[in-house]
């Protein structure tokens, strides 16, 4: 019942329902907190973007450029929150606090060695695409900053102190890596393992049809190809991909990785995996043909797929499943004997008169001895948050096409699917690259340029996105620095990551392309 007698009764209330209504507001507050967004936590490379942007571009309004940022960076922060950061903390602290700042404001005006060209060429774009109307300046305004030391308030003052030591140990800390880096070989191609007499490498001509994402689900086709072709198969080997949920028989723990069933109760060392040759091979033969059967009981054996499509889709038929990022080349899986492949596998099973079951070609799977290790393991993360980054983000929406992964559907036609929508390379599909890469955990400081690349061919391949053979060097230099800003990665610089994303594309198109040539080759019946 509604009563507008508020007043007259305002001198009755008891300390009771005062106490009552102080309660109510709290809970409200609390209520208001939890629907407001956490705050955005702002790295190097979104403050030296946002310092390029206002030293060089103004606008009409004072949103625009917080505009034009948003769209780059695929944030969505409000437009005071990305102005207020560049006046009142960037500009305010000033350089000794934010080095990011003073880099930006110790190349002349006039930029003589285009240091920022190509992110100005971007920030250009992107107003363009957005129809806002930002200017270049012609003229510099002369920013005062680092007032924020001279600032009456002592908490202001000792922020700034605290911000400039912090900067200090920063730098401090790149200048340690960037001289470890420098002493650290470069990576060599991962070992061959034997198995049987055939090297376990990825580069063997496959004997069917079968695409490299479409593995699990592919069929010994009727016909064969009236040339043989010798192109090795290019494929992505540095990682890999498991998807697992509450059911799944292989355990894992945020300490130890992934074990499998076969030594879930193990409490010592793993033993060493078996050697193909001498008297290890029968308890190999038997202990894979056990995992390759999927009828055979306990496996001894991790599955990781390199295929990020497989394991999608495997991932339709599990509960609320996860999907974790593996470094293949990490060198607890690079041990003899650790990390098998299991086409190869398969291949010695058969010289045996063993898998005569198997129709999977298993192009795609590794099979990895007893446990992936936590430290090989990159990232993990709910497939669901793919469903999130959707939900916010059109572009990643498009790219992903969750819809398309319906349960009982194979790998084949949905990888079908993917390729009949089209999806180009531009500086807009780059910026969606790299918010899902983030996702992945692909900015990380544990990831290396490599694995980044490796991410990125695997996103190509896997949902068919093609580079259009007429893009300029101009062009396609401005989509490798789309990527690369929109990553912000916390470790490795803007060329290098510009490098591995334009790599890790070549990859995935040469991946596609090879698959698209078998699939355009002419066939003839098979005889006999």
Known sequence: MLDFNMVARRHTIDARSASTELSNKASLAVLQNIERPPPHLWDEDERELLTIMYRWYQGGEVTMIPRVFNAITGLELRYRIVRSQFESHIKYFGGRAYPEYGRVMAIAFDDPNGRYDEIRSIVEDTAKQLGVELRRREVEVDFVSGLAQFAK???????????????????????????????????????????????ATSTWEPTDLEVFEDAEDTRMPLVALSKPRHRPLPT????????????????????????????????????????????????????????????????????VSASLLQAMVKALAMENPRIAVVALDHPLLTEPNKTLHAAEVLLMLKKENQAWWARYKGHAERMVWASVPKPSILSDFPLSDLQVLSDKDT???????????????????????????????STETAQALAAIARAFGMHREDVSLEHLQALVASLVNSFHITKDSLLNVHTTSSIANAFSIALRSRVHGHQDVTAAFQNGVQQGTDINAYYNARRSAPRRTRTG
């Open 395 to 425: 572009a990643c929406a498009n790219i992903l096409a969750l819809d398309q992964f319906q349960p009982r559907r194979k790998t084949q036609y949905v990888s079908s699917l993917l390729r009949e929508r089209n999806i180009t390379l």
């Open 236 to 303: 992505v080997d540095r990682i890999g991909f498991r998807v697992w949920d509450k059911n799944s028989r292989t355990k894992y723990s945020e300490d130890t990785g992934f074990v499998s069933q076969a030594f879930s109760i193990w409490r010592n060392d793993f033993p060493p995996p078996f050697s193909p040759d001498g008297q290890g091979r029968q308890a190999l033969i038997l202990l894979t043909n056990l995992h390759l059967s999927m009828s055979g009981g306990t496996s001894a054996f991790v599955s």
């Open 153 to 199: 308030s002592l908490t202001t003052r000792r922020a700034y102190k605290s911000l400039v030591r912090r900067a200090a140990l920063t730098q401090k800390e790149k200048a340690i890596q960037i001289s470890g880096l420098a002493e650290v070989p470069m990576l060599m191609p991962m070992p061959t393992t034997r198995l049987g007499g055939f090297p």
